[in-house]
């Protein structure tokens, strides 16, 4: 009889015991300076190749998928209900028409979700608590278009429990970020965006580094020659975690997810090659087999 409790205390406890161990790793891959050679994946409004854009379903894939993390576009609708959307209207993605604020969270619930060439599906759009329900524990979340909805986001992941999954990115300097945000990013991360322009990159990267307190520093370039990118040793010898976005050709300077499905290590290989331990992907699948092959995961 006794062993018979037992063995049904630790059935309801296993999941939350390896939904821990997922975080612990997670976190600890994030924060261990880049000193591992395991590269994180990050997919983008998640598996949307296969599923709607910024769905359950798309968010699952990537779950299923091992992925460390996901981004989410967030809106919020008439009644202050964060949502997932990353147009501020609904005619893409949805079988209706006009904007998120426009609606209700029990209106924007009759409408279903399409799919990547615009077959309506099944699929619902998602609350911000449903993402965080479903990913509690087992993956890390980027927030895009968090900035007006800020307040909402923090709030809502701190009631599931979820704060320290969050991750915010943003490119303004230290002064800023202390000024705009104050304690609001505490217990969550933030990762502060290089944006490439040349003039006043290193005294930037310099303030990054040394005025707020984060993990990860992300670097975007629409080329690929500017001087700040060959300082990616000394972000690493500093303890940071470099993220590069391989999304389309502005942010990386053209080596991106379309040119890997013909020359990856023209892509994924020179990203890596200048320092990438985290990327933001369109193709996480590609990357991922990509990354198994040489050895980075």
Not at 16 to 29: A, D, E, I, P
Request: charged share 30%; glycine share 8%; net charge neutral.
């Amino acid at each position: 009889m006794n062993r018979y409790i037992i063995y049904i205390l630790l059935l309801f406890a296993a999941p939350s015991y390896g939904q821990q161990n997922r975080m612990s790793f997670l976190l600890n891959k994030l924060n261990d300076g880049g000193k591992s050679d395991y590269v994180m994946i990050f997919a983008h409004r998640g598996d949307w190749r296969n599923a709607p854009e910024n769905s359950l379903q798309a968010y699952q894939s990537c779950i299923d998928a091992g992925f460390d993390g996901i981004e989410i576009d967030v809106q919020m609708t008439k009644d202050s209900v964060i949502v997932m959307m990353h147009d501020k209207t609904i005619d893409r993605t949805t079988t209706g028409k006009g904007r998120v604020s426009d609606y209700t969270l029990a209106e924007l619930k009759k409408l279903y979700l399409r799919s990547p060439i615009g077959v309506v599906t099944r699929q619902r759009i998602p609350t911000l608590d449903e993402v965080l329900e479903l990913t509690k524990g087992k993956m890390l979340i980027q927030v895009d278009k968090w900035q007006p909805v800020k307040e909402k986001v923090v709030e809502v992941a701190r009631q599931h429990g979820c704060l320290n999954q969050i991750i915010l990115r943003g490119t303004k300097n230290s002064k800023e970020v202390a000024d705009n945000y104050g304690k609001l990013l505490e217990g969550l991360i933030y990762i502060p965006v290089l944006v490439c322009k040349g003039e006043g990159d290193n005294e930037k990267l310099d303030d990054f580094m040394e005025h707020i307190k984060t993990p990860v520093i992300s670097l975007s370039f629409k080329r690929d020659d500017f001087p700040a990118i060959d300082r990616a040793k000394e972000i690493k010898d500093r303890g940071f975690r470099i993220w590069y976005n391989s999304l389309w050709a502005e942010f990386n300077g053209g080596h991106d997810d379309e040119l890997a499905m013909d020359d990856p290590d023209n892509s994924y290989g020179w990203l890596l090659r200048k320092g990438a331990n985290i990327i933001f992907s369109d193709h996480p699948f590609l990357l991922d087999a990509y990354l198994k092959k040489i050895g980075r995961r």
